[in-house]
């Protein structure tokens, strides 16, 4: 089970961290991404970290302001993101793979999602 938190407003050029928390003693064999979705549209791929942490992949619109991590010892992996812009609105969610991957069909667990809007 994953329950993403850490949501909220913020104005354009703020930050934001993600935090999501996992049940489980599994949580090191998933890899863990972020994706987000706004109305009308296909969940969009974030960023996703390796099991070991030792790897991350971002979307070109977010590499060089977002940064994903994980804590193996604490079940938690987390989404860091500067210089928001009103673009990057939408419903976040934390989810699980059993391989590293930029497709939402290949996440098997999913958390319920924390809305983030950057507006002035």
């Known amino acids: 089970q994953l329950q993403g938190v850490g949501g909220g407003l913020v104005q354009p050029g703020g930050s934001l961290r993600l935090s999501c928390a996992a049940s489980?003693?599994?949580?090191?064999?998933?890899?863990m991404g972020w994706f987000r979705q706004t109305p009308g549209k296909e969940r969009e791929f974030v960023a996703v970290i390796s099991r070991s942490g030792g790897s991350t992949y971002y979307a070109d619109s977010v590499k060089g302001r977002f940064t994903i991590s994980r804590d193996n010892a604490k079940n938690t992996v987390d989404l860091q993101m500067n210089s928001l812009r009103p673009e990057d609105t939408a419903v976040y969610y934390c989810a699980a793979s059993a391989s590293v991957a930029d497709t939402a069909h290949a996440y098997k667990y999913w958390g319920q999602g924390t809305l983030v809007t950057v507006s002035s």
């Open positions: 489980g003693r599994t949580f090191s064999s998933y890899a």
